[in-house]
């Protein structure tokens, strides 16, 4: 895909350490799904587990069907907090880190602090 080549190019060393887990998802069936939603008046559609779970926290006030699945959203999103809480804390530490790296600079390679280290003996 040449856009998603251009776009590695750019993009910044937080966002490709952080997306390094997900894989990408084939255009076609996005838009599949999308469509098959929005044909079926769905409110929002889902493509995947990461996206079930970003819809069912913040669907809010969403027009999302009956009792049931608002009794299971009441059970489950109070859990699925802690699960969104430990991804943005892993998030803001890669962004902290990278920070300080652009700050400080690439600091010493090992090869240094091993000449350094042998040297101070």
Not at 21 to 31: I, Q
Not at 61 to 66: F, T, V
Request: net charge neutral; with cysteine.
């Amino acid at each position: 895909i040449p856009e998603f080549e251009n776009e590695i190019k750019f993009k910044p060393q937080e966002t490709t350490i952080i997306s390094a887990s997900a894989g990408l998802s084939n255009p076609a069936d996005v838009a599949d799904q999308l469509v098959c939603d929005s044909l079926s008046g769905n409110f929002m559609s889902i493509y995947g587990y990461e996206s079930w779970i970003l819809a069912f926290i913040c669907s809010g006030m969403a027009p999302w069907g009956g009792f049931l699945f608002t009794l299971l959203q009441s059970l489950v999103v109070g859990p699925l907090r802690f699960v969104v809480y430990g991804f943005r804390q892993h998030c803001e530490a890669v962004v902290k880190s990278c920070e300080r790296k652009r700050r400080l600079g690439p600091g010493p390679s090992k090869t240094d602090v091993l000449r350094i280290e042998s040297q101070l003996v």
